[in-house]
């Protein structure tokens, strides 16, 4: 690809990636404020916020990604010029949403054992335990609302969500200054009052995603035009594309979640250092994460309209700027460790183990940003499965064993505590970004592949 058609696919890619990216970037200053809130509030209930996230989002995540199959699948449509055919779609969508509901629910408010079983501090255990029971109420209303924000995303309209999740940032900021320390007659309940403010927040933006049923582009789609029952068809191609998104991101996720159990066993400054640490890399993998999302709709597009070749385009251009980004902010961490995690925390002991993680979070991101990027391409092909495979193996059977072996000695050496997690992460997440980089070469490169997937 010529430099000339490199820009012009950027500019293409950020018109429709830029919102995508404050939005993601609103999502994770709600992230943010729970953590720097409840820090301040103690130690103790930063490490429980930090511990009940590491049940709720990644649950979050596993059913929310069935419906992430709905980009992909209304994009491809847009393209075609069948965006009346979308309707039904949604609709089913919208009946896997409210069974994933019902099982999120489930997990979530029975975690209690989980943290007895990783033998963590009973006082952060309890305040993780409360605040995922208060979460649980805002479950329901947040899995429709994604349903209808990843629907608005495949029809090319990203703007919509980006102002409700700005809308809410300053209320979830609001809630937690009230829930947290106790303002306005509410009892100061600390972490747990990170929960609370996350269900209201979550029942907010549901309210205002309703109103968009009411907006022309949704309207084209036809589906509030009638009322469906579940159609056994459709819903298993949800399932078929959105599982293995869903159990792609649940895998990463539940790697940091256990490696957070298991970092809480070294004590709650090193996972108060860890959580600081990890906040900081997802502040990083933002705008890659959102780059692949807009990659897929972009994609997604040119695959349903035939044009496979501006689809490989669209995917090379979009990974070539993720990983420059990478590299820029990778720099930035070095330099400016030490005042990132000052925003954090006060305690001495966790600003200095926090700041020495973030060199390992400088290389971390590197493969981390791009393989987020390649994967969001390949998403755009409904091309799910193989990456869902190779997260299994990189997470799973290389970088969680290596990451304990390295933090807890069991090599024969000094044990590398924190660090050594962080090392094993980086390995097996490397081994990831080289997997899903080949697939996408393999996959944009065979058009017989490309009309598979798509079921064209």
């Known amino acids: 690809m010529n430099l000339s058609m490199l820009r012009q696919e950027a500019g293409e890619l950020f018109r429709l990636g830029a919102p995508m990216v404050a939005t993601q970037f609103f999502i994770m200053a709600m992230g943010f404020l729970d953590t720097a809130m409840a820090g301040h509030y103690s130690s103790t209930d930063l490490a429980g916020v930090a ?19 709905l980009t992909p699948m209304v994009a491809q449509l847009r393209g075609a010029n069948r965006i009346g055919d979308a309707g039904p779609i949604i609709r089913q969508g919208l009946w896997a949403s409210g069974a994933a509901a019902i099982l999120c629910v489930a997990v979530v408010t029975n975690a209690a054992p989980l943290y007895q079983w990783a033998g963590v501090d009973p006082d952060a255990a309890d305040v993780a335990v409360r605040y995922l029971k208060a979460a649980a109420w805002g479950m329901p209303a947040v899995l429709f609302y994604v349903a209808l924000r990843y629907t608005s995303e495949g029809l090319g309209k990203t703007l919509p969500p980006m102002l409700i999740a700005g809308s809410a940032l300053p209320l979830n900021g609001l809630l937690n200054w009230i829930f947290i320390y106790g303002k306005f007659g509410m009892p100061a309940m600390g972490g747990e009052g990170c929960g609370w403010a996350t269900a209201v927040v979550m029942w907010f933006e549901l309210i205002l995603i309703l109103f968009l049923l009411r907006s022309r582009y949704f309207k084209a789609t036809g589906v509030t035009s009638q009322f469906s029952w579940p159609d056994p068809k459709i819903l298993k191609d949800i399932v078929r594309i959105g599982l293995p998104i869903g159990l792609t991101i649940f895998l990463e996720m539940a790697v940091f979640s256990v490696v957070g159990f298991l970092v809480a066993s070294l004590g709650v400054i090193s996972l108060a250092a860890h959580s600081i640490a990890g906040n900081v890399n997802w502040a990083t993998y933002v705008i890659p994460m959102a780059l692949g999302s807009a990659a897929s709709i ?9 044009d496979f070749e501006q689809s490989r385009k669209v995917a090379l251009t979009a990974v070539t700027i993720s990983l420059g980004y ?9 330099v400016g460790r030490h005042g990132i995690v000052s925003i954090y925390s006060t305690d001495p002991e966790v600003l200095a183990l926090a700041a020495t993680l973030l060199l390992f979070i400088a290389v971390y991101q590197i493969v981390d940003d791009t393989q987020a990027t390649i994967v969001g391409a390949l998403r755009g092909y409904k091309d799910t499965r193989a990456p869902m495979l190779f997260s299994l193996v990189g997470y799973w059977a290389i970088a969680m064993p290596l990451g304990a072996a390295l933090g807890f000695g069991w090599l024969g050496y000094e044990p590398w505590g924190v660090y050594g997690f962080w090392a094993g992460m980086t390995i097996g997440l490397t081994i990831v970004a080289v997997c899903v980089g080949w697939r996408l070469l393999i996959t944009s490169r065979s058009d017989r592949r490309i009309r598979l997937l798509a079921g064209i």
């Open 51 to 69: 511990l009940g996230g590491n049940v709720f989002w990644p649950t979050f995540m596993l059913f929310s990604g069935l419906t992430m199959a």
């Open 298 to 306: 972009r994609v997604g597009f040119f695959v349903g309209a035939g």
């Open 326 to 334: 990478a590299i820029m902010v990778s720099v930035l961490l070095v």
